[in-house]
């Protein structure tokens, strides 16, 4: 094979994983540096070769999969970071490190490579300040257009007052679709309204009734939620803001996320005992999600809000009240503790065990009802069937995951792809279909709580036999955490939603100098104009359900 024939991607990884130094090979002069992060090796490359760089690590050593973009300020220097993985494999991973000097802090944008990198790009200049060249639309995503300043910014002034003038709406592409023949319309849809699931605001071009343009317009329930996270300790204050994120609930996989960041910063061992209640809480949670997604679904569909939403809300409260007794809490759980959780399971024991194997016994009925009620209706069917299509090679370019990605037949998980917890030791199988449409996006989520059932099920069978004197619920994890200052480390969970991944670089402090959050919603979201132009505005309400996002999460 001649150096100038692409290799095949076998030629990058080895047993023990990536082989970074032919991927060096593959970069040649691209390459300036090598940082080695816990998760993976990154490259350090020049600003104005991003794009060179990724087509090469895309197309020639098959990092299809851009997770995340952090962006950061030093002392001396802006830098973003691309974190890359694999759809088949997201265990091998690379870093691509872009430094830029403070007084010109720009870079080449990577959004032609992966559209995500769009509104990843836009966060990284809204919040910090990093340009983007040759972006396609750079703009503020979180923050109103017209807000100075960038929050994450070091020089950010916060009592600086902020002016907000009032913007007439104008039709964004109105000289585009101008013609004798048609016309097109410009509509505000939200960002109070039932449909947008939250305050979501979308700009919708219509032609007729068909979509033209939707741009959804984030934002309005930004809190700072990076920012509060690097203001906090480690140990002890960070653990209760992940329980807000997606508070459907995703909370116990929210927190999960946190604590598998960190425990891998701390090199934190948790206890197996403590790892299986903690997978058997995220399923439970898991369910939780998926039955709120289905009844709000279907209430966009066609309205029903008796027999399908309120059954899907019975079910739902059985599992809070079991996610209470273990808890305490309904929804901000705050159970995860760093090195295992906060206390045993609630006593008497077997009475804890009967509630759950009461309501996983009662679940397949359950479940019978809802595929008599919706996915054999013929209504539903006509509104689901072949609409808000998503082929698998959008949902790869857009950084989707969870059930939208798996809708779609990319079968990609991390219980199972980067196992975690206690999923690698239990029977149970990743859901897939192959429609890309919003009836497989629904079938994806009704068998995936049917899959988490049986989780739970092995957990408890467990639980139940476990030694009295090995149940051991935490590690012994330092009062005041300080990891070694420059140490990086960037780690993903399976949330209901998809990767939920938190970045995070320690300076040798008890606090993070960055934490960033990859929101499965954010990226999700914005799939929403690929699935929707050219279809109906019926269509677009139905796709955006099918999404089943949280703005807490999308705009954190």
Not at 8 to 24: N, W
Not at 236 to 250: E, L, S, V
Request: with cysteine; glycine share 6%; hydrophobic share 35%.
């Amino acid at each position: 094979m001649s150096l100038e024939e692409p290799q095949p991607e076998s030629a990058y990884v080895t047993d023990e994983g990536v082989d970074y130094d032919a991927l060096a090979s593959l970069l040649g002069d691209h390459v300036l540096g090598r940082e080695s992060h816990l998760n993976a090796e990154a490259f350090v490359i020049r600003p104005d070769e991003v794009q060179d760089v990724l087509y090469l690590l895309r197309d020639e050593a098959g990092f299809d999969y851009l997770s995340c973009v952090t962006a950061q300020e030093y002392e001396d220097r802006y830098e973003s970071i691309y974190h890359l993985k694999k759809y088949a494999d997201p265990t091998q991973e690379v870093g691509i490190v872009v430094p830029v000097p403070r007084d010109e802090p720009v870079s080449e944008t990577a959004a032609p490579v992966y559209k995500t990198a769009d509104w990843h790009e836009r966060e990284a200049y809204d919040l910090v300040g990093i340009e983007y060249e040759g972006h396609p639309d750079l703009r503020r995503i979180l923050l109103p257009e017209t807000w100075q300043g960038h929050p994450l910014g070091q020089d950010y002034d916060q009592d600086k007052p902020q002016i907000v003038p009032y913007r007439e709406h104008v039709n964004p592409i109105e000289e585009d679709y101008r013609d004798a023949e048609s016309d097109t319309m410009f509509i505000n849809i939200g960002p109070h309204h039932p449909a947008t699931h939250g305050v979501l605001h979308l700009k919708a071009v219509l032609d007729g009734e068909q979509v033209v343009d939707v741009d959804p317009d984030i934002g309005y329930l930004h809190r700072c939620e990076e920012q509060m996270c690097q203001s906090s300790t480690y140990r002890h204050q960070i653990m209760p803001y992940p329980d807000r994120w997606d508070y459907a609930p995703g909370g116990l996989m929210n927190e999960w996320a946190y604590a598998r960041a960190v425990e891998d910063l701390a090199d934190i061992e948790v206890p197996e005992y403590a790892q299986v209640i903690r997978t058997m809480g995220a399923e439970l949670c898991r369910m939780c999600s998926h039955m709120l997604a289905l009844g709000t679904f279907c209430l966009d569909i066609y309205g029903d809000f008796t027999a399908i939403f309120m059954y899907a809300m019975r079910d739902r409260e059985k599992l809070q009240s079991i996610l209470e007794d273990l808890t305490g809490q309904r929804m901000m759980f705050n159970y995860l503790r760093l090195g295992g959780i906060a206390w045993d399971l609630p006593e008497p024991r077997e009475e804890f065990f009967e509630k759950t194997r009461d309501f996983l016994e009662d679940l397949p009925v359950a479940t019978q009802e809802y595929h008599d009620l919706i996915t054999s209706n013929e209504i539903f069917q006509i509104r689901t069937v072949g609409t808000g299509i998503l082929p698998p090679e959008a949902v790869k370019q857009y950084g989707a995951t969870g059930p939208v990605a798996r809708a779609s037949g990319v079968d990609m998980d991390l219980r199972r792809d980067d196992p975690y917890g206690y999923y690698d030791e239990l029977d149970w199988e990743v859901a897939v279909e192959h429609g890309c449409d919003n009836y497989s996006r629904l079938l994806v989520r009704m068998r995936e709580v049917e899959e988490s059932a049986k989780i739970v099920e092995q957990c408890i069978d467990l639980l139940e036999d476990w030694p009295e004197e090995d149940r051991e619920i935490q590690s012994n994890v330092p009062r005041t955490l300080k990891p070694d200052p420059d140490t990086e480390v960037y780690r993903g969970v399976e949330a209901a939603k998809g990767e939920l991944g938190i970045y995070m670089r320690s300076d040798g402090t008890a606090k993070p100098a960055r934490f960033k959050i990859r929101s499965p919603c954010f990226c999700n979201l914005s799939t929403l104009g690929e699935m929707s132009e050219g279809e109906y505005v019926a269509d677009l309400i139905a796709s955006l359900g099918s999404l089943d996002i949280i703005l807490g999460e999308v705009d954190r």
